[in-house]
């Protein structure tokens, strides 16, 4: 037993949250198969508890039997934990434990810290992770009681306040998952202006990040925001606003449609429309937008708003022949070179998990194969009604990629490299290049 825990002491930190999300993964599918789980007469596969358990702990929404009818109140609140500590990653949710204990967290706990909230050093971490898990907890419960008076409309009062709880941390987190049963999302409530924003707005400030949300109340003015935050939010927005305008003129629909749906496939999952009926130009500005995702340090998944906006200014310093900046602050090479590595990844993962997909499942259309492949990596949980009727093989292939997709690719493929930075360079030379 010592050398199995000095092992795990050794391990690096992004070996142990992989681990500790595959753990995580693993039991919430052992529990999610108890019968205590499961409405009466309902029987479900280890597979499909694995797809749902893998789905919720990576905040995805994908799913293969539908939740509402599927699970009792005992499995939805543990579709609500493995959601809620898949949002804030089981590191936090672990520390947290500690400190509501009055447990001091240890250095290794600070390392684990440091990690999963990427940020660049220890100072203040236990402090920011306090202000990470009141920030969660203010938003969920006002999302709570926003959403309430729309369901206890269609539900008994006491089902109507699980209901608003169990969707208003699913909203938060990004993971789009609903008890309301059906297989029909919130396609019921698609004229409900009320809950449409309600919703939309807890998936944008759940997408946008920690870091981001306690800039912009400590400082309270774009000018002073750091520039992460300033890229984030402009990023944010223009997605926001270009999404809208294109769903609004190519399917036709109203304007809080348009707009819920430009901020769903930004790694949410809930869906007001079919998605199936969507036309060829609306399911491609979709997958556009679920493979961006959201931002880094925040609930969601893809490459992340940051990526993209950097490799955009690259393409703009590289026709303008200007150094490489914005906001008036330069990006460094380092930043650079990292958001083409972390796209050139996804990319790869992208299209061999669409040509796998395609080997398994011959009998679907390739926009739909390719729509759920990028559901799954960029952890948005859309679907166009294939993911029930997929083979076994296609769903661990989905689980494999709703993995990925959360932790990164980066740091997937990387976490078994450890070797040192170089300092010989080889002698440089130009090659012709367009």
């Known amino acids: 037993m010592k050398h199995i825990l000095r092992f795990i002491k050794n391990q690096p930190p992004a070996r142990l949250i992989v681990a500790g999300f595959f753990l995580i993964i693993l039991t919430g599918a052992c529990f999610l198969m108890l019968p205590v789980s499961l409405r009466p007469g309902v029987h479900t596969s280890f597979l499909d508890a694995l797809f749902t358990a893998t789905s919720a702990t990576c905040v995805t929404g994908l799913v293969t039997v539908d939740p509402g009818d599927t699970y009792t109140v005992f499995g939805r609140v543990i579709l609500a934990l493995l959601i809620q500590t898949g949002g ?52 969920e419960t006002v999302g709570a009681l926003l959403s309430f008076p729309v369901f ?23 993971a789009g998952f609903d008890i309301l049963g059906g297989g029909q999302s919130l396609i019921p409530y698609q004229n409900d202006i009320l809950l449409n924003l309600v919703t939309g707005g807890l998936i944008i400030f759940g997408g946008l990040g920690f870091l981001v949300i306690l800039d912009v109340l400590r400082n309270r003015s774009f000018r002073k925001l750091t520039l992460h935050s300033k890229v984030v939010i402009s990023t944010t927005l223009t997605l926001l606003i270009a999404g809208t305008l294109v769903f609004r003129f190519t399917e036709h629909m109203p304007w809080i449609g348009a707009f819920f749906n430009s901020v769903t496939p930004r790694t949410a999952g809930f869906a007001t429309y079919p998605i199936n009926e969507f036309s060829h130009a609306g399911l491609f500005v979709m997958i556009l937008l679920m493979f961006i995702g959201a931002s880094p340090g925040s609930t969601g998944g893809g490459i992340k708003t940051s990526t993209f906006f950097i490799l ?123």
Not at 103 to 124: P, Q, T
Not at 422 to 427: F, S
């Open 152 to 174: 206890v409309r269609d539900y008994p009062p006491l089902e109507a306040v699980g209901i608003s709880i169990f969707h208003s941390i699913s909203s938060f987190n990004n």
């Open 312 to 434: 955009i200014q690259t393409m703009r310093s590289a026709l303008n022949k200007r150094h490489m900046g914005a906001f008036h602050r330069s990006i460094s090479p380092e930043n650079t070179s990292r958001a083409f590595l972390i796209t050139q990844l996804s990319l790869s993962v992208v299209l061999i998990g669409t040509f796998l997909l395609c080997l398994l499942e011959p009998s679907f259309e390739m926009r739909q194969l390719l729509f759920e492949v990028v559901s799954a990596f960029g952890t948005a949980g859309l679907s166009t009604g294939i993911t029930a009727n997929l083979h076994a093989a296609s769903k661990l292939l989905l689980i494999f990629l709703m993995f990925i997709g959360r932790l990164g690719a980066f740091t997937i493929i990387t976490m078994w490299i450890e070797r040192p930075e170089q300092n010989a360079r080889y002698t440089e030379e130009s090659i012709t290049i367009g």
């Open 88 to 139: 804030l990653g089981f590191t936090s949710m672990g520390a947290g434990l500690m400190l509501a204990t009055r447990r001091r967290v240890g250095f290794k706990s600070r390392l684990l810290l440091k990690e999963a909230l990427n940020v660049d050093n220890f100072r203040g971490i236990v402090r920011l992770l306090k202000a990470i898990l009141l920030t969660t907890l203010i938003f």
